[in-house]
């Protein structure tokens, strides 16, 4: 039977009357078909991909796996409707922490309709997609059994100024997060989540190698979904941090063209990140002072799911109860009885260095090259 | 005494009654103060150069030298005014081939007037800043001693479609631009002057580098200016290939974000060189068919410049009348005679290698850990 997925952050949800996705227990997500263009064109985007020989292997695992198009009962209860059928990017996750990032400063292609276009605009212009060149649109970050999510409402995440993204990309990754937002993000699992050799970082750099190159796709409203699970972080397990690309409504054909749109507010994330890994404590975030997250703290817009949400889940685990403790006042009492792998964020940084070090060596050569004028 | 420069591509041009640039003979240039607030921003913005700390030398090259500001008398004709007075990137400059190319794909800050970015808004969509990430202001290719500079309408420039920014991007490094527009252009300079450890593509790579990284700045509506003289290449010497960063008087703090958008459109400019580079004879590009370069060959747009644009030239010097020979009927009928370094696009491929080096090794560790995961 169908249900409603459990970890949605963004995009419509399925609830009485409203049409939104459903997942399977196969591992599969329904998502409706829209009636315009934008359904065609995403199923259109879909099917492409296998017969696209210039994207490699290692960037077609930010893709979902696409099993087509299928009629089933849609949501609303209005009958049977086409759905993209595609992978439940959620399955086998626990209690994972889920971030949607909208890619690009503009949503809009240059080929869209006026009407289409002037809404895009006027929404990337009141978002922090024109100013950071992407939004996050929706995100779940995981506390404890007792306290469940923290979810900030979708239209105040939307409008984050960039002191506040910095701090959501900080308690992303923090173990401190547990009672309220007036306490300074440890960004304890940033070096296991955004770093190392497969970590989050590297995934996105990954994927900027790419669109520095790829002319084949320009992706307009496009986001990168980034997942993890804290509580896999705590017992001193891999988190399984991971990036996906989702939400192909909008794609055009490059033309020859890098999409440059998209590379751009990807580096700028990527930007975000590297700052986090490279600075965990940096001092300019004063987040004690709630001066700066009046979109994270305004009361109608926050939703704190608490157990209740969760009370219908059948993925619940046991978590070793002393990791849980030991972070139990907001922030580490008990490091020995931490796994190594969190021994705060410089633990990974070698990895981190191993990953840039192309990039440092580029640079190098580059100055190098420089001298060798003068 | 202050004289019209000669070598202006782009912007307002000096002249009987217009307000433009002037040059004095000591390789100052100088720049009319705009009325409004771009005037005082452009001061602003080269006054605060040398103060800040984030701008590594190897970048500050990139800028021109500021001289303060003064008064002179205006071209028009209408008195003293002020002027910023910087280096003059013409100046030693014999028959320089000369691109001011416009970067983002957005001219407009965040911040600006509804009305400024209304304006800047339609001039993107209906030039190729949107699609591209960048347009061609204006530019000036020097073919011969008897033909002078191929210097195509600024309107036309600013609207090229992919197909006429790829052949206008592979003409200006060609040596077979003498008679029409009807032939393929032959990229022989392309390895001296995009390739190489001190060629555009190194100089460009430098820049994007920086633009990863700088939060300091965003730049809007700023140009790259690409210079080189052919002259020089033909003769076997160094082309003095070189760019410059101007016009900066739409420059807003960054406060913390990369300029996102400067640096997609830096980075689809670099895809374009690159690819003249590693495809120098790319197949897809049949410029013989003149159907696919409308804007070049308007004739109410095109100005072919001639020797009598040059008369009053006191720069004009003897070169090699061999080496303009072997190139007389726009094909090279004799390679014997031209020096080594331009023996074809192939020659420098090493250096252009060298200084790719690092991105290729970033590649290959970034595959090689997915590698490790898998």
Chains 1, 2 share one sequence.
Request: glycine share 8%.
């Amino acid at each position: 039977m169908l249900k409603v997925p459990q970890h949605q952050v963004a995009g419509h949800e399925a609830g009485v009357g409203k049409l939104g996705p459903l997942v399977d227990e196969s591992g599969r997500f329904y998502k409706p078909l829209q009636g315009d263009e934008r359904g065609s064109n995403e199923v259109a985007f879909y099917s492409s991909l296998p017969v696209h020989s210039g994207i490699p292997e290692h960037i077609r695992r930010f893709f979902p796996t696409f099993y087509g198009t299928e009629l089933v009962e849609a949501s609303d209860g209005s009958g049977l409707l086409l759905h993209l059928v595609l992978e439940d990017l959620a399955l086998g996750r626990v209690n994972p922490s889920i971030m949607d990032i909208k890619i690009g400063s503009r949503t809009w292609a240059p080929e869209a309709s006026e009407k289409y276009i002037e809404k895009c605009l006027k929404k990337d212009r009141e978002s922090s997609s024109l100013p950071l060149g992407f939004r996050i649109s929706g995100l779940q970050i995981y506390r404890s059994k007792e306290l469940g999510f923290w979810k900030p409402g979708k239209k105040a995440a939307q409008k984050l100024s960039t002191e506040e993204v910095k701090l959501v990309l900080r308690r992303f990754v923090s173990s401190n997060t547990l009672n309220d937002l007036d306490s300074k993000p440890d960004c304890a699992f940033a070096s296991t989540v955004y770093g190392g050799s497969t970590g989050i970082l590297s995934q996105l750099l990954e994927l900027k190698a790419w669109f520095e190159d790829q002319t084949i796709f320009h992706l307009y409203s496009c986001s990168i979904l980034v997942i993890f699970e804290k509580e896999l972080a705590l017992e001193g397990k891999s988190p399984g941090a991971q990036i996906k690309l989702i939400d192909f409504a909008h794609v055009y054909e490059g033309r020859g063209v890098i999409d440059h749109n998209f590379l751009g507010g990807l580096c700028s994330l990527i930007k975000f990140i590297y700052k986090i890994l490279t600075a965990p404590s940096e001092s300019k975030i004063e987040v004690s002072a709630k001066a700066d997250q009046k979109n994270l703290t305004a009361s109608d817009n926050a939703v704190v799911a608490d157990l209740k949400n969760l009370s219908d889940s059948d993925n619940g685990v046991e978590t070793d109860q002393k990791n849980l403790t030991a972070y139990d006042n907001g922030v580490v009492t008990d490091r020995k009885n931490l796994p190594d792998s969190d021994n705060g964020v410089a633990a990974d940084r070698k990895s981190l260095t191993n990953s840039h070090d192309g990039v440092v060596d580029d640079h190098k050569h580059i100055t190098y090259s420089v001298n060798g004028v003068s």
